[in-house]
């Protein structure tokens, strides 16, 4: 049983409310946009927070709930899910890369300019579009 529905396991609502901490660690992320470092410091942390929980929750059941997706009918959970999961993915990628030139030009001393404004951008677009297909996957199987 859930916090937010008695149909969720727990571990589920509790996915909710860090993916919820880490959006607001985003926007925070965002508008200390300087110094670099620790903008750099907090998108990482939240990256590697949501890799985590990729990992050991998201990926888990979807992997364990795969027959649900084939074959696809068309069903809106499906593609909720689908959808859901390709945005996610490309996210985590491009936090990951990301985090991976924040460390090395924190390690090599270099300048913290790891990526292109509009490609940081899109990153928390995407993310925060993940998120939303996150929430919405929630309430279409939970509540």
């Known amino acids: 049983m859930g916090l937010f529905s008695p149909q969720a ?6 996915n909710l409310i860090i993916q919820a901490a880490l959006v607001i660690m985003l926007v925070l992320g965002w508008i200390k946009k300087k110094p670099y470092r620790v903008h750099g410091i907090i998108m990482g942390v939240a990256t590697i927070i949501n890799l985590v929980t990729v990992l050991t929750i998201m990926a888990p059941s979807l992997i364990v709930n795969i027959d649900a997706l084939i074959p696809y009918t068309g069903d809106i959970g499906q593609s909720i899910t689908i959808v859901h999961s390709i945005v996610g993915s490309v996210t985590v990628g491009l936090g990951l890369l ?3 030139r ?9 300048p913290l300019l790891c990526g292109s404004r509009r490609l940081m951008y899109a990153a928390l677009a995407l993310w925060l579009y993940s998120f939303g297909g996150g929430v919405a996957f929630y309430v279409f199987y939970y509540l």
């Open 98 to 100: 990301f985090a991976g």
């Open 102 to 110: 924040f460390l090395f030009k924190m390690r090599n001393n270099d």
């Open 9 to 14: 396991a727990l571990i589920y609502d509790i």
